[in-house]
């Protein structure tokens, strides 16, 4: 056990469904083991300008369903200076913070990665990003909550697609990284799938159109991320339309519907266990590492790994959607 005693927590990037559950188990498990735990509001940008303020457990009651997150969040371009850095330090040290918990993306992780370098001070990340992109976990807080709000909207979109024999492109956020996409797309039986990491041959999906036609399958739903190769679903639909004019073909982008909304309970589940995890693990010495799950157990992989390394899609769900798609 080191001599931690005030621990900061703050929430960066873009919101995630579970971050308040993580923030929650973060507060109330460092009350247990006699820390003050102090929240950072708008992440960085708020550590520049000393909006930070001690927290209790009454702060986090009732938030566990609770989406977004109670201490806001923002992107900080001052931050990313050498000035700024050094206020944000300034600020921890006059709330005499001694550890650091960040719930984020990589964008939030990078930021640590400049940060620490600078000022060594001990911090732990949480994976807390609906794209699921991140080296070291399983899967990410929010994910499984924007997957399931993806699905909810492609299977109305599905009643009326067939009821009119039109093909839908959906589009679901993933400008990086097509994680959403995959897992909805599978999900709700999607004839294809375009992400970022796959380069999908354009002329396979005609033939696949063309080929349904044929049989009479006169409706489609293609799930698009927004960030695939083709410029997302609007790009896709002017080729579709050039390519099979006869086509009824529209469009839905699904925008920021996915990061809303009450969490899952697997996120509910997965956020409380990494906020856990990360007090215990600056207690024990941990530092510039992030805490995910990795076949259910918890694991750790340093800062500089997690923004190195991209997340390796899994090849048997890629091949298996092909298959599955006739």
Same mark, same amino acid.
């Given at each position: 056990m080191n001599n931690i005693k005030n621990i900061g927590i703050m929430t960066s990037g873009g919101d995630s469904p579970g971050m308040n559950a993580a923030v929650r188990a973060i507060v109330r498990t460092a009350i247990y083991h006699n820390l003050k735990p102090f929240g950072i509001m708008r992440g960085y940008q708020g550590m520049i300008e000393g909006d930070i303020k001690e927290m209790h457990t009454t702060?986090?009651?009732?938030? *566990?369903?609770? &989406? #977004?997150t109670i201490l806001k969040t923002a992107r900080s371009k001052e931050f990313m200076t050498e000035s700024g850095m050094q206020k944000a330090y300034d600020q921890l040290k006059k709330h005499s913070i001694d550890g650091l918990i960040l719930i984020g993306g990589d964008g939030t992780i990078r930021g640590a990665v400049e940060f620490f370098n600078r000022f060594? *001070?001990?911090? *732990?990340?949480? +994976?807390g990003t609906i794209d699921n992109d991140l080296l070291g976990t399983d899967f990410t807080i929010g994910f499984d909550t924007a997957a399931n709000t993806a699905i909810w909207a492609i299977d109305k979109i599905r009643d009326t697609a067939e009821a009119h024999d039109r093909l839908f492109l959906i589009e679901v956020m993933g400008r990086d990284a097509g994680y959403i996409a995959l897992y909805s797309g599978i999900s709700c039986g999607a004839e294809h799938i375009f992400i970022p990491e796959n380069n999908e041959s354009i002329e396979e999906m005609f033939q696949l159109i063309t080929d349904d036609r044929n049989r009479k399958k006169l409706?489609?739903?293609?799930?698009?991320?927004? #960030?695939?190769?083709? &410029?997302?679903?609007?790009?896709?639909? /002017?080729?579709i339309k050039e390519r099979i004019p006869q086509i009824d073909t529209r469009v839905t982008i699904l925008g920021h519907i996915q990061r809303g909304g009450s969490p899952t309970s697997q996120d509910r589940i997965l956020a409380s266990r990494l906020g856990y995890a990360a007090v215990e693990a600056l207690l024990n010495g941990? =530092?510039?590492e992030m805490v995910g799950i990795v076949n259910n157990e918890i694991m750790y992989t340093p800062f =500089?790994?997690?923004? /190195?390394?991209? /997340?390796?899609? +899994? @090849? @048997?769900l890629l091949k298996m959607i092909k298959v599955l798609a006739k």
């Open positions: 702060d986090v009651s009732n938030i *566990i369903q609770r &989406g #977004g060594n *001070i001990p911090a *732990i990340a949480l +994976p409706s489609n739903i293609i799930v698009v991320a927004e #960030g695939d190769e083709f &410029g997302g679903a609007e790009q896709l639909s /002017k080729l941990h =530092t510039q =500089t790994n997690c923004v /190195k390394q991209l /997340k390796s899609m +899994p @090849d @048997d």
